[in-house]
């Protein structure tokens, strides 16, 4: 029983820790485009250019 006075304290420490890291994704706007990311993934633009050899 004397390990639960570490281990709620540490827990809600990191529950915390989490809700902030979710209320600063919503803040700076990381949830705002849910519909480009699977078009992006589509988009070959990182392919090198082919050079015409002849």
Do not use: C, H
């Not at 281990?7 to 700076?28: C, D, E, Y």
């Not at 519909?35 to 015409?52: F, S």
């Amino acid at each position: 029983m004397d390990v639960l006075i570490f281990l709620i304290p540490i827990a809600l420490v990191l529950g915390g820790v989490g809700l902030v890291a979710f209320l600063w994704s919503l803040k700076t706007g990381q949830y705002d485009d849910l519909e480009g990311a699977k078009w992006r993934i589509l988009d070959d633009d990182d392919l090198p250019e082919r050079k015409n050899t002849r």
